[in-house]
């Protein structure tokens, strides 16, 4: 036989109801005249515990902009300089989940070049789900607390769904861009990416995009980006 619950009690005996969920914040912050006889170190605590459970205060950054603008570098420094712990989501990690038989098939991803200078990349329903299913799984972290920033990249109505997935929590999408020059002789530095990438997503990636911020990497450092970024919201 299972033994009853007893209710949990407050500091002057009163009962409280056992809340599921987040719920249990209004009850929780009712506790404020409680809270005062605690020592500092536990408010500042309870206080933190509270914001971690809170959606309004989890806070996501998704950066977009094309192949070698920088985006990882500046994810890489918000982590390094904001006050608050955010974890790195990669549109790239998500991509190395496709099998190998995916990639220069049409039903996953297609490099078409179209010169010597520039690739078009197409996404078929496997790539298409895989980063649906990336979008999704951003707003799961979200609900359990954790602050992100994202490095995307965007060809269609991605910036919609982050922002219809993501209303509940402090949202900020930010366009990172460079000239093309810049980018290009980026992509010849890393020899990891197939030249003509940035050329092909230049006009691409910001078409009809509104940001809560706009930056080009080209005239800064990634560390001073980040600073600025962390500033503007608060991070």
Not at 164 to 185: E, H, K, Y
Not at 204 to 231: N, W
Request: one cysteine or more.
């Amino acid at each position: 036989m299972r033994a009853e619950k007893q209710p949990v009690r407050s500091g002057n005996g009163q009962a409280m109801r056992r809340t599921t969920g987040i719920g249990w914040l209004a009850e929780w912050r009712l506790l404020s005249d409680e809270l005062r006889h605690l020592p500092n170190s536990a408010i500042l605590l309870a206080m933190a515990f509270t914001e971690a459970f809170d959606p309004g205060q989890t806070q996501i950054i998704v950066l977009n902009g094309m192949s070698s603008v920088g985006k990882s570098s500046v994810a890489k420094a918000v982590q390094r300089i904001a006050q608050k712990p955010f974890l790195h989501v990669q549109m790239d990690d998500f991509l190395t989940m496709l099998p190998p038989r995916a990639i220069e098939h049409e039903d996953g991803l297609v490099f078409h070049r179209i010169d010597s200078k520039t690739i078009d990349v197409q996404s078929g329903p496997i790539v298409t789900r895989a980063l649906e299913g990336m979008r999704y799984a951003i707003a799961a972290m979200a609900e359990r607390g954790n602050h992100m920033v994202v490095d995307d990249v965007f060809f269609d109505s991605e910036d919609t769904e982050y922002r219809q997935l993501l209303r509940q929590f402090d949202f900020r999408l930010i366009g990172l861009f460079a000239p093309l020059n810049v980018v290009r002789n980026r992509e010849l530095a890393r020899g990891d990416r197939e030249i003509g990438l940035a050329k092909g997503q230049f006009e691409r990636v910001h078409k009809g995009r509104k940001y809560d911020l706009e930056v080009d990497t080209s005239q800064a450092p990634p560390d001073a980006i980040a600073r600025e970024i962390c500033e503007a919201f608060s991070l």
